[in-house]
């Protein structure tokens, strides 16, 4: 997966796009349940991090159009605050990855909804083993 972490020179850095494979997977695991971003309710304090930033690392997330932050539950402090988890690192989300991630988590969930309704129908529907119900 590619790095997208803050830098050591603010200045310096740029968002590098997520591969489709890499918004596959992390779609899968946001889904999954195991992703937490900063698109989660009551989340700003999660990312204790991105409240200490600098003016110069607030400008270079600005100047690379990120949208949220984000980093997986295995990741999280041994502390939570407020039932919620903690985390001293984070990765990034510009725009456009948000916004292709969003896509693929609604088709995700849609084909989970769509294989639990058929699987539903298959337990209720009657088989044919010769006899009646």
Known sequence: MTDTTAPEKPADWTYTRKTPAELETLAWDCVAG???GTWEPNS????????LLDHEHITSLKRNN???AYEYLDKAGERSVN????????HYLDRHD??????????????QRQRAG???????SPTDKGTTP
């Open 34 to 36: 195991k992703v937490f």
């Open 44 to 51: 700003e304090m999660s990312f204790l991090i991105l409240r």
């Open 66 to 68: 990120i949208a949220q």
């Open 83 to 90: 039932g919620m988890p903690s985390f001293l690192s984070c």
């Open 98 to 111: 948000w916004s292709e991630l969003l896509k693929r988590c609604v088709e995700i969930e849609n084909i």
């Open 118 to 124: 058929a699987a539903h129908q298959a337990e209720a």
